[in-house]
C-alpha cells in the first residue's frame, strides 16, 4: 500500500506563488501517472496537472503557462509550481498516483488565494 503525503499549502495573495509537494511511501517510477486534482467547495474534483511515466505533461486549460508538474524519481515526490495565483485556484489539492491496477490519493492539501 503506498501512501502518499501533500505539504506545502497555504493563503498567498493573487499574483503571489506556492510550490506543493507529494511524497510517496514507496517508488513512483511504477506508477503510470502522477498527478495534482483539486477540488473546490460545492464543485467536483478536477484535474490540475498531471505527469506520465515518461515524462509528457498534461494540465487544465485554466491553468497552463502558470503551473508545473515535476517529478524526482530519487526522492519518490513529485512537486506542482503554481504561479500567478488567481482567487479562483483556491481548493483543496489531492495527490494522485496511479498505477495498472491501483489509483492512490493523498490526504489533501489546503491552497486559499485572496484578492
Known amino acids: 500500500q503506498v501512501q502518499l503525503v501533500e505539504s506545502g499549502g497555504g493563503l498567498v495573495q493573487a499574483g503571489g506563488s506556492l510550490s506543493l509537494s507529494c511524497a510517496a511511501s514507496?517508488?513512483?517510477?511504477?506508477?503510470?501517472?502522477m498527478g495534482w486534482y483539486r477540488q473546490a467547495p460545492g464543485k467536483q474534483r478536477e484535474l490540475v496537472a498531471q505527469i506520465v511515466r515518461d515524462g509528457s505533461t498534461n494540465y487544465a486549460d485554466s491553468v497552463k503557462g502558470r503551473f508545473t508538474i515535476s517529478r524526482d524519481d530519487a526522492k519518490n515526490t513529485v512537486y506542482l509550481q503554481m504561479n500567478s495565483l488567481k482567487p479562483e485556484d483556491t481548493a483543496v489539492y489531492y495527490c494522485?498516483?496511479?498505477?495498472?491496477?491501483?489509483?492512490?490519493w493523498g490526504q489533501g492539501t489546503q491552497v486559499t488565494v485572496s484578492s
Open positions: 494522485n498516483a496511479r498505477a495498472v491496477l491501483s489509483n492512490y
Open positions: 514507496g517508488s513512483i517510477f511504477s506508477f503510470v501517472t
